[in-house]
């Protein structure tokens, strides 16, 4: 992926299989979140093909993928922010609507059984997530660690086979992490979703995936599981750093 | 303290959310239904331009409200529905009939501004509205034939089934159900998915794609919602002035829209209603309090856009939430005495939101 003379991607390839954890770790600036944006058919790329499901995605639009089961988070949460924790779910629900405009205008029994049935599901979701506390709030309102939640029960709204997590626990203290491990995890297993995340906390990254990509300056380190990743030399130069880096910083012992 | 105690998913999607709210809305439409007998004619034909203003100002609420799409021309889609009303009306269709045409003339219309407002973003769509305003004033002015020009055009009473609406008392209660059905489609649009994606436009374009909305489609169907609810109110403004000419729908009435929905507080439908409200009280007052102002300035010509512009300024300054918003604070002071926080209805600052990826 190439913006004018800089070259974010540069001969990236990777497959994910389904019903894994993929992750991709690096520093920042490295293109992950390019990637991310690549998939969900904001870029388009430059060179190269993006198949999901023996389909290309080249001709799709960014409204398409959610049709075809990709959903996706943000990494500066993109809620929508006037609305209720409520609203922001059954929005993510949009692809699954089945009534035409003048129905919704004069509000027939057809629509009110369709929004019913619409609560019902996302009350599913609110169960999985806890976020039965913060159903009619204002998100505008919400702390932050409540809000990376909710983008993670919208995302699942909709129903995807493949979920995209941007930093899923940027910003989040150890207790909500491993609350976010145990989601990711209860995700695959519960709901059959494919999960590929970009993740910084490596003890999440440990716990969680099945397989890394490592990046950096936009091109492949390593790819494998977590542990092989972790002990990779170049790796660890490049972003995960060892404990003898740090020693020369460390003060003496009083 | 009020909690809404509710029992099941039905009672979420209600639009009287407790007892209390219906009887006092109750209330309010059997007051307006015997308006006709507490008002003066003078006030009852002001009322009648309240419900008027109100439809035209759900429509741009719709728009620049609930989907963020700022609009600087509504006047136009108000004039385009008049003009097809006035010209339907006088070859002696039935006015619902041509209520309707107008309706779908002014979405029409609104829809071809739409496409190419896909493009461009903000600011700039307000100069795009601006100038569209313009251009269709001026097809106004120049389609004689049609229109009768600058010279403005007479518009018949409203014939149905015999019925002439040609009084003041029948052509408020016209207003008052165009203005009730309107009103209801309005709250049934916004409780529902389609409501909830213009929602999803104006609050994240890049989320509402993600989750599978296509914004161009939406963006449209905004445009056309909105330009119909105009032009059904510029439909009935016709016929209550009985009169119209190109200069009643020039840049200044699109100003006056713009002004009667923010003042009434932007992103809600209560807002609509209380901006008509005041669009049409605030001349009254100025006429009123003109005598006992010097006569440097109550006599000065520019004194009623002076007197708007000031409390616009001062509205966006200092009440950014409208009459609206003022009336929610003091509700939740009440409902949460003592516990109000003044920073319960703070805004979020714009740093909060950085590296957008659009």
């Not at chain 1, 972003?239 to 009083?254: F, N, Q």
């Not at chain 2, 741009?60 to 609930?66: K, N, Q, W």
């Not at chain 2, 729908?249 to 713009?258: A, H, N, P, R, Y």
């Not at chain 2, 001062?314 to 109000?340: A, D, H, S």
């Amino acid at each position: 992926m190439r913006f004018g003379g800089l070259l974010a991607v540069n001969d990236v390839a990777f497959d994910v299989r389904h019903g894994e954890v993929f992750t991709l770790i690096g520093p920042n600036g490295a293109g992950k979140t390019t990637v991310f944006n690549l998939i969900s058919r904001l870029y388009t790329p430059s060179a190269g093909t993006i198949d999901f499901d023996g389909m290309s995605l080249a001709n799709q639009g960014p409204h398409d993928l959610a049709r075809l089961g990709i959903a996706r988070t943000f990494q500066n949460i993109e809620l929508f922010e006037q609305a209720s924790v409520l609203q922001n779910l059954l929005i993510g629900r949009h692809t699954q609507r089945s009534t035409a405009l003048w129905q919704e205008l004069l509000y027939t029994p057809a629509v009110r059984r369709a929004e019913v049935a619409a609560r019902e599901q996302v009350e599913q979701v609110i169960d999985l997530l806890e976020l039965q506390h913060h159903r009619d709030a204002r998100v505008a309102s919400l702390p932050y660690g409540v809000r990376k939640v909710v983008e993670l029960a919208r995302a699942l709204c909709a129903r995807p086979r493949l979920l995209l997590l941007d930093e899923p626990s940027s910003g989040l203290n150890v207790e909500e992490t491993d609350d976010m491990a145990f989601w990711i995890q209860d995700i695959r297993h519960e709901l059959g979703v494919t999960v590929l995340m970009v993740e910084h906390d490596m003890s999440l990254v440990s716990k969680v995936s099945d397989r890394v990509l490592a990046m950096n300056q936009g091109e492949v380190l390593a790819l494998g599981t977590p542990g092989d990743v972790q002990r990779d030399a170049r790796v660890i130069e490049a972003y995960l750093g060892s404990v003898d880096d740090v020693a020369g910083l460390r003060r003496g012992a009083p | 303290m009020r909690f809404e105690f509710k029992t099941d998913y039905a009672h979420d999607l209600r639009l009287a959310r407790h007892g209390g709210h219906g009887f006092w809305y109750g209330a309010l439409f059997v007051g307006l239904l015997a308006a006709p007998w507490v008002f003066t004619s003078y006030w009852l034909a002001q009322l009648t331009f309240v419900l008027i203003y109100s439809i035209v100002g759900l429509g741009l609420m719709v728009l620049s409200g609930y989907t963020g799409l700022f609009s600087l021309g509504h006047a136009a889609f108000m004039g385009v529905g008049a003009y097809t009303q006035t010209a339907l009306v006088n070859a002696a269709w039935p006015a619902p009939v041509a209520l309707a045409a107008a309706g779908l003339m002014s979405a029409g219309v609104g829809t071809v501004v739409g496409l190419p407002a896909l493009r461009v973003k903000g600011i700039y769509l307000a100069i795009a509205t601006l100038a569209f305003g313009f251009i269709v004033e001026e097809v106004f002015a120049r389609w004689e034939s049609v229109t009768g020009g600058n010279a403005g055009i007479h518009v018949h009473a409203p014939q149905w089934l015999g019925w002439t609406l040609d009084s003041d008392v029948s052509m408020y209660f016209g207003c008052l159900g165009v203005t009730v059905l309107a009103t209801l489609g309005v709250l049934n649009l916004l409780r529902s998915p389609t409501g909830r994606a213009f929602v999803a436009i104006r609050d994240s374009e890049v989320s509402a794609q993600s989750m599978g909305i296509h914004i161009a489609r939406y963006k449209t169907l905004s445009f056309a919602l909105s330009a119909a609810l105009a032009g059904l109110g510029g439909a009935l403004y016709a016929h209550k002035l009985q009169f119209i000419s190109p200069d009643q729908f020039d840049v200044g009435q699109s100003i006056d829209l713009v002004l009667m929905i923010v003042i009434g507080g932007v992103g809600s439908v209560h807002g609509a209603f209380l901006g008509a409200i005041f669009l049409i009280t605030m001349p009254q007052l100025i006429a009123l309090g003109k005598d006992h102002l010097p006569d440097v300035i109550g006599q000065a010509p520019g004194l009623q856009a002076l007197v708007y512009g000031v409390v616009l300024i001062g509205f966006v300054l200092f009440e950014p939430m409208g009459l609206y918003g003022r009336w929610i604070k003091v509700r939740t002071y009440l409902q949460l005495f003592p516990f109000y926080r003044s920073g319960l209805f703070a805004r979020q600052k714009s740093y909060l939101r950085s590296n957008r990826l659009k």
